[in-house]
């Protein structure tokens, strides 16, 4: 009897032990991925070479601010990292702001390129700026929904500035504008156009 029941605890420890296994290696590639995309160079050792060291599908990566808050979010359908310059090419991206002070602004295009610290994001085909608007607060005005298109943007994602030199179509609240290149500004929610462009006002309200 006490035979029977040490084999049936022996049989239980074999599928335990996989299953514990299968973990510790998930957690450690895991860990070593972060260290990768983060430019830490003491993972495994790999050849450096063109080709992709991984690709990630229908991923998602936060970027933390100094304080440990979430800074902004990217997430895609399929990420593709590349070791000889530690970049990333990502398909279909979205990338949302996560600042607490202001609206959350969400981009997205066809690709798009992150360089090794992240700090850079290139965005390329079809790119769509959205941020919602926002009530007045205390010493602030209230915010006009807006929304920004244009062919390429460069997101640099520490200053919270999204440029462009290529055409743009902006619509804020009820005014459209047309221009050549942009600069903006999500941190002080201030906007730079190029020239060359059109604007479409609606007409004031009469008081």
Known sequence: MATNTRNKRTAHRGPLLALMLAGVFAAFGSFWLLQVMQGDQSGPNINVG??????IDNFSFVRMTETGRPRYVITGDRLTHHP?????????????????????????????HVSPDQSQVDLAGNVDIQRP???????????????????????????????????INMTLGDAKVDAIGMVANNATQQIQLGGRGTATFPPRQQR
């Open 84 to 112: 000889a310059d530690n970049t990333s090419e990502i398909d279909k991206p979205i990338v949302v702001s996560m600042t607490v002070e202001r609206p959350h602004m969400t981009m997205t295009a066809v690709r798009a």
């Open 133 to 167: 608007g926002a009530p007045a607060q205390a010493g602030q005005a209230a915010l006009q929904p807006l929304r920004i298109r244009t062919e390429a943007l460069t997101l640099l994602t520490d200053d919270e500035i999204a440029k462009t030199q290529l055409p």
């Open 50 to 55: 063109n080709e992709p060291d991984y690709i």
